[in-house]
């Protein structure tokens, strides 16, 4: 997903789509904070976490990190698990770029 579309999706309060920040907790204390509403779960704890989205399973997934290694990862590994996920392109680096 461009990050055009995400931050129109966000301005629209898309009430399909949840916001997974898979994040370290030190990197949200930055110059670049979570989403509010945001859900955190990071990546390293992913796989032990993602029962914690099974209510989400009807919703569109969309993923964030910094730059969109990590989300890329994370949205390949939900689709491989049911979920409908998709990552956002330059992350929130791009986001939050002026």
């Known amino acids: 997903m461009t ?3 995400f931050k129109e999706r966000i301005n629209k309060n898309d009430s399909t789509m949840v916001i997974l ?6 990197e949200l ?3 670049l904070p979570k989403i ?3 859900i955190h779960i990071p990546i390293q704890e ?3 976490r993602v029962g914690e989205l099974e ?3 009807n919703k569109e997934i969309t993923v ?5 290694n990590r989300s890329t990862f994370a949205a390949k ?5 049911g979920y409908n996920a998709k990552s956002v392109n330059g992350g929130m680096m791009e986001y939050y770029k002026k």
């Open 3 to 5: 990050n055009q579309e």
């Open 21 to 26: 920040d898979v994040r370290t907790m030190d």
């Open 29 to 31: 204390k930055g110059a």
């Open 36 to 38: 509010g509403g945001a």
């Open 46 to 48: 992913l796989k032990n």
């Open 55 to 57: 209510q989400f399973k």
């Open 64 to 68: 964030v990190c910094r730059t969109q």
């Open 77 to 81: 590994y939900l689709r491989e698990k």
